[in-house]
């Protein structure tokens, strides 16, 4: 991927988005990725057990997306086909090691973003680079970071944290608390110009931790489920009344209107938490798996005045789409690199314009491969190829492959001519930090 590069039908793009108005006017843009949420971990996908009301009106209020993917199964990669438009058989960063870095070259959406005038920051975990290093996010775009640059650091929420690679003791302090504070700040510092805060949070990845005090552990301390499924259900609800604290403080600035929001999750829960939560709901697997647990993620988008309040969409998209679609919010669509595998999904966000199609959505992850197309989903697992009717059986139950085997054909050959052997990349390693002891939530009581 070549920094001077562009796709030559960006121009005609650009000249429409033009006018309709958004070159002129950019809107602010809040992208809040949490980490190893359950497409069915919220009210409004779902949700029986877990308080989410500040992220169901989000939902109430835009679009929600019911065939929305991560670009992977896990952490590092799929935060590389998010901040470069490519996918899992083309992205830079496809171990989960901890430390392989993005190189120089590699362009980010912050820095497409930086070419439209915006501030950038992000905060939480970045799992691109090590502070300090090659792939670090403030030499890829982003004004400030603040957070876990190296993904193994990010297995406690006790422990000090890093700004733009400095380092800042908490003292003992929750980090997503100090996480969130600093989002905030970031906020009330640009919110009188075009601004995009990035925020990778952390929660409700394990370890699953979050102190006595925070309010969101009074609604679960004493149901009757295991600590995990107690804790993250605390985590959700923590990060849901921040969600509702970022919509206050917009509307405060009287920027509510010209900013975008997007709620989603980094990949499919890291437990099922059967009988609990179902996190995954019918579809089989969960992270680290290509089965739709482990990649469908929720995905809302809220824009008062443009895009529909209440309305759902089954388009198919996923994270290399999130370039191309920021860059044309933005007005800059011809700073997206040529080869991305990415398309703008903004005509489908505001229901205006021809959606531009493609022929399928692709990961791959160990050995497996898998590839969408429409209705179609076609997985390589143990060496056997599968095929799917996602319309009719979300729960990948039924292997079609014998039935329509022209359709498995064309799928399966989709599979090999997407994967393009990774470039040689070194390895940084992993970085885990000193701890401080954290304050564990106390044991639920006993029920008879």
């Not at 604290?245 to 437990?271: P, R």
Request: charged residues 25%; hydrophobic residues 35%; contains cysteine.
């Amino acid at each position: 991927m070549m920094k001077q590069s562009y796709h030559p039908m960006l121009r005609f793009i650009l000249l429409l988005f033009t006018t309709l108005g958004l070159a002129q006017d950019k809107p602010n843009i809040i992208f809040i990725m949490v980490d190893d949420m359950g497409y069915h971990d919220l009210g409004c996908y779902g949700s029986k057990t877990i308080r989410t009301p500040n992220i169901d009106r989000l939902a109430a209020e835009g679009l929600r997306f019911t065939d929305c993917y991560s670009g992977d199964t896990v952490c590092a990669s799929a935060r590389s086909t998010l901040m470069t438009g490519t996918h899992k058989g083309h992205t830079p960063v496809r171990g989960n090691s901890g430390g392989i870095p993005l190189f120089p070259g590699d362009i980010t959406v912050a820095e497409v973003l930086k070419k439209a005038g915006y501030a950038t920051g992000g905060f939480g975990k970045w799992g691109l680079g090590n502070q300090g290093k090659d792939g670090a996010a403030e030499r890829q775009g982003f004004d400030r970071f603040f957070g876990y640059y190296n993904q193994w650091h990010a297995h406690t929420y006790y422990t000090h944290l890093f700004r733009n690679s400095e380092k800042v003791e908490l003292d003992g302090r929750y980090t997503h608390h100090a996480i969130f504070d600093e989002a905030i700040r970031f906020l009330k510092e640009h919110h009188d110009k075009p601004f995009f805060l990035y925020c990778p949070w952390t929660p409700p990845h394990a370890a699953y931790e979050i102190p006595e005090d925070d309010p969101a552990w009074a609604l679960y301390r004493d149901k009757p489920w295991d600590h995990a499924a107690r804790v993250a259900a605390a985590m959700d609800s923590m990060m849901d009344r921040q969600v509702g604290e970022i919509m206050a403080l917009l509307k405060a600035f009287k920027i509510d209107d010209n900013t975008i929001v997007f709620f989603t999750s980094d990949n499919g829960a890291a437990k099922r938490f059967e009988g609990v939560h179902d996190s995954c709901g019918v579809m089989q697997g969960h992270k680290r798996s290509l089965h739709e647990g482990g990649i469908r993620v929720p995905m809302i988008a809220r824009w008062p005045g443009k895009i529909q309040a209440g309305k759902t969409s089954d388009f198919p998209w996923y994270f290399p789409d999130v370039m191309p679609t920021l860059a044309a919010l933005a007005g800059v669509p011809g700073e997206v690199p040529e080869l991305v595998d990415g398309i703008s999904v903004l005509p489908t966000l505001l229901g205006q314009g021809k959606q531009a199609s493609r022929d399928y959505l692709y990961w791959e992850f160990g050995n497996s491969r898998a590839v969408r197309d429409g209705r179609w989903k076609g997985l390589t697992k143990g060496g056997a190829f599968q095929l799917f009717d996602l319309r009719q059986d979300r729960a990948e139950r039924n292997d079609l492959s014998a039935k329509y085997p022209e359709i498995a054909e064309r799928l399966q050959g989709y599979t090999q001519a997407a994967h393009v052997d990774p470039r040689s990349q070194k390895d940084d390693g992993k970085y885990t930090g000193k701890a401080a002891r954290p304050k564990k939530p106390k044991k639920a009581k006993k029920t008879s």
